[in-house]
């Protein structure tokens, strides 16, 4: 996460993981316990975070006070491809 140009990184920023959840045509915040991770997470010094995602598709919201909140494009994780 970066504020105007890359080179200026966001360290305290809160980043969610929100699935798409067909059932009820709305986003939902990710349950990543069960994938031994967590949501949401709290960007590092050089403003990164991170999830392995099991397909589906994705929408990150970004919050930290003082910034506008930002989201991301839907992002389509595809499912893994057999060997």
Do not use: C, H, I
């Amino acid at each position: 996460v970066y504020e105007a140009v890359e080179s200026n990184r966001l360290e305290g920023v809160t980043a969610t993981a929100f699935q798409w959840d067909a059932a009820t045509s709305s986003w939902l915040p990710w349950d990543a316990a069960w994938f031994a991770q967590e949501n949401p997470q709290t960007t590092d010094p050089q403003g990164a975070y991170g999830w392995d995602m099991p397909p589906g598709d994705w929408q990150v919201l970004w919050q930290k006070p003082g910034y506008e909140p930002a989201e991301s494009p839907v992002l389509a994780v595809p499912p893994p491809v057999p060997r």
